[in-house]
Nanobody
Framework: EVQLVESGGGLVQPGGSLRLSCAASGFTFSSYAMSWVRQAPGKGLEWVSTIIGGGGSTSYADSVKGRFTMSRDNAKNTLYMQMNSLKPEDTAVYYC???????????????WGQGTLVTVSS
């Protein structure tokens, strides 16, 4: 079964840290670019960060740049997000997302996790 399972969310005070994990199974993890996407209460989806399959390149939304660090361990089929200096506006459900382009014929494969809630509040 193709699956992404997030963990590590919870309640943290402003300025605190959390580490999210996303465990992948049922597919070739290293062949997928992986992303974190979040959804704040009452708002739409917001892209947070992406890391390529080999893990050599990452990109971040301006809202988290310098505070969040994304990494992956392809040997463990696991994606991580270290979140530091958390702010109340970081409160959201954080989703793990995997994407891969196939050609001949062209297809875009996408996998989503169920999400983990991060609440930043005093």
């Amino acid at each position: 079964e193709v699956q992404l399972v997030e963990s590590g969310g919870g309640l943290v005070q402003p300025g605190g840290s959390l580490r999210l994990s996303c465990a992948a199974s049922g597919f070739t993890f290293s062949s997928y670019a992986m992303s974190w996407v979040r959804q704040a209460p009452g708002k739409g989806l917001e892209w947070v960060s992406t890391i390529i399959g080999g893990g050599g390149s990452t990109s971040y939304a301006d809202s988290v740049k310098g505070r969040f660090t994304m990494s992956r361990d392809n040997a463990k089929n696991t994606l991580y997000m270290q979140m530091n200096s958390l702010k109340p506006e970081d409160t959201a459900v954080y989703y793990c997302n995997g994407g891969r382009v196939l050609t001949n014929p062209y297809r875009y494969l996408e996998i989503w996790g169920q999400g983990t809630l991060v609440t930043v509040s005093s």
